[in-house]
Every structure is written in structure tokens, then in C-alpha cells.
């Protein structure tokens, strides 16, 4: 990807463990919709699941996602932004509504 797609596009940031069923849900649409994402594991990291619960404001449940340190929850929350058509934009750069 040229320096200049990957500068415009946001960082995508995935806490998740491996057996999860929604974390997996969650990177298969992401992964769907071409957005390069980083996955944090917080399986066997007591202190990175401290920090990301520290990010997302209190909640403890994986996955929780952010976009540019945006937090936009679990699962079901990154599911209600593609239902609503906002997803897209949000991966893209844009701010969803």
C-alpha cells in the first residue's frame, strides 16, 4: 500500500482472546471489509486487559475495538455500525454519525 493510503487510513485496534466467538466474528467483518487492523491478545496479559478496560471505559468483555483510540465496543456494537451503513466510512477515514 503507498505511504500516502496508509497515512489517511485509520488505525484500527482489535482486544480479543483466541477461543472467542465474537472476537473472531468481529475480525472476519473487519477482515471482510479490507481494513488492516492490530490485534491486541489479552488472553494470558492480566495488565493488557486492565489497559484496554481502562480504554473502554470500564468494559472487561472482548472484543473491544477502536478506531484512531475511538472506542466503538464489542462485537455487537461494530455489527450495529455496518446495519446502519456507517462502518464503511469509519474504516475509511471518515466519522460515522
Not at 468481529?26 to 488472553?43: M, P, Y
Not at 464489542?74 to 446502519?84: F, I, P, Q, T, V
Amino acid at each position: 500500500m503507498p505511504a500516502y493510503k496508509r497515512a489517511m487510513t485509520p488505525r484500527i485496534e482489535i482486544y480479543t482472546t483466541p477461543t472467542c466467538p465474537y472476537c473472531i466474528a468481529a475480525k472476519r467483518l473487519l477482515t471482510q471489509k479490507g481494513a488492516d487492523f492490530e490485534e491486541i491478545s489479552v488472553a494470558w496479559d492480566p495488565l493488557g486487559r486492565r489497559r484496554m478496560s481502562e480504554r473502554a471505559n470500564g468494559r472487561s468483555t472482548v472484543p473491544q475495538i477502536f478506531v484512531d483510540d475511538r472506542h466503538i465496543g464489542g462485537c455487537d456494537d461494530l455489527y450495529a455500525l455496518e446495519r446502519e451503513g456507517e462502518l464503511d466510512a469509519l474504516i475509511a477515514g471518515g466519522a460515522a454519525a
